[in-house]
C-alpha cells in the first residue's frame, strides 16, 4: 500500500523538525573548545515515516537550522553534509555545532548529528552577512510554472510541486528532471532550510532515468541507494510562496556509485541556489539495467 499521508499532517511534522530545541552545557576549562567558545547543542525530532530510515533531507534542514542558531547574524552561504551511517527515526538527532569562525563578514561551523552517540552525519558550514555589489548571471528565460493538471505527488514535499515530466518513466536522450514547488511562507532562516531539505529528493531518481525498467520506486529491490555526500550552495535571498524551479541533471553512474547536481531558479529566472550530490547506487545483480 502507498503511503499517503494527509499533507498538513506531514506539513506540521516537517516543520516541528526544524524547531530545535537548545541542550544547555556545562562550562569548561577551555580544553575541547572550539576557537571562539564550547561546542553548542541541539536536539531535533524526527519525520514520521513508515519506515524506520531518517531522510536525508531532514538532516541536511536541521543542518542549517542549527547553524540558523549558533549564528543568526549571517545566512548560510553553503554547507556540505557527509552522511556516515543510516539514522534510524524512533530516537531523537543531537547537533553538536563548533563555531570555527565568525568574523565580520563570513563565519563557519562544523556540525555532527548523532544518535545514542554515534555519528550519522557530520557537515561542513559557511555564512556570510549580507553585503552590497554588483550582480550578473549569465541569461536563463523566465518560465512559467506547469498549470495544475501538472501536478506531482511526493510524500515527503507537502505542499505544491508540478511536472510535466514523469520521473518514473525512462528517458534515454535525457538525464534531466525538472520539478517546480511553492512552498508556505517563511522567513529566511527556514525557507533555506526546507530548500536544502528538498534538493536530496531526486537526484538519485534523476540519475535513474536512461535506464529500462528501474526507477527510484525500486530502491531496496532492483538495487539499493542511500546518499554519502551532498553540498549546497545559496546564491541569493528567496521567498517561499512563489515558483521555484529545481532543475536536476543526473551526471554520471559508474562504480556502485552515482553523481548529480542542480540549479534552483525563480520564476523570472534568476538563480538562487545551487546544489551537487553523490550516492551509493548498487545494482542487485538479478536487476542489472540496460540503457
Request: charged residues 15%.
Amino acid at each position: 500500500m502507498t503511503y499517503n499521508p494527509p499533507v498538513e499532517d506531514t506539513w506540521n511534522n516537517l516543520a516541528a523538525c526544524l524547531d530545535l530545541r537548545s541542550i544547555p552545557t556545562a562550562p569548561t576549562d577551555g580544553q575541547g573548545s572550539s576557537p571562539t567558545g564550547p561546542p553548542h547543542i541541539f536536539e531535533g525530532s524526527n519525520q514520521h515515516l513508515p519506515h524506520r530510515r531518517l531522510f536525508g533531507g531532514q538532516l541536511l534542514g536541521q543542518f542549517v537550522r542549527t547553524a540558523n542558531a549558533v549564528n543568526p547574524n549571517k545566512a548560510v552561504k553553503s554547507l556540505h553534509a557527509s552522511f556516515l551511517r543510516e539514522g534510524t527515526s524512533d530516537t531523537p538527532v543531537h547537533y553538536l555545532a563548533d563555531s570555527l569562525h565568525d568574523g565580520r563578514s563570513f563565519g563557519a561551523l562544523t556540525v555532527t548529528a548523532t544518535q545514542g552517540r554515534r555519528p550519522i552525519a557530520t557537515c561542513a558550514v559557511s555564512l556570510h552577512a549580507a553585503e552590497s555589489g554588483p550582480s550578473f548571471q549569465p541569461l536563463h528565460l523566465a518560465t512559467t510554472p506547469p498549470g495544475p493538471e501538472h501536478r506531482v505527488r511526493f510524500e515527503l514535499l507537502p505542499w505544491d510541486t508540478r511536472s510535466v515530466t514523469d520521473l518514473d518513466a525512462p528517458d534515454h536522450g535525457s538525464t534531466d528532471y525538472d520539478l517546480w514547488m511553492r512552498m508556505p511562507v517563511l522567513n529566511e532562516g527556514p525557507a533555506a532550510a526546507l530548500l536544502a531539505y528538498s534538493t536530496d529528493l531526486n537526484v538519485i531518481g534523476t540519475a535513474l532515468r536512461p535506464f529500462d525498467g528501474i526507477d527510484q520506486r525500486g530502491n531496496g529491490t532492483a538495487f539499493t541507494s542511500a546518499t554519502t555526500s551532498h553540498t549546497i550552495w545559496f546564491h541569493r535571498p528567496f521567498v517561499t510562496d512563489d515558483w521555484l524551479l529545481l532543475r536536476h541533471y543526473g551526471a554520471t553512474v559508474a562504480h556502485g556509485r552515482c553523481f548529480g547536481r542542480g540549479d534552483v531558479f525563480t520564476a523570472d529566472g534568476t538563480l538562487v541556489a545551487s546544489f551537487a550530490q553523490e550516492a551509493l547506487l548498487r545494482f542487485h545483480v538479478d536487476a542489472v539495467p540496460t540503457s
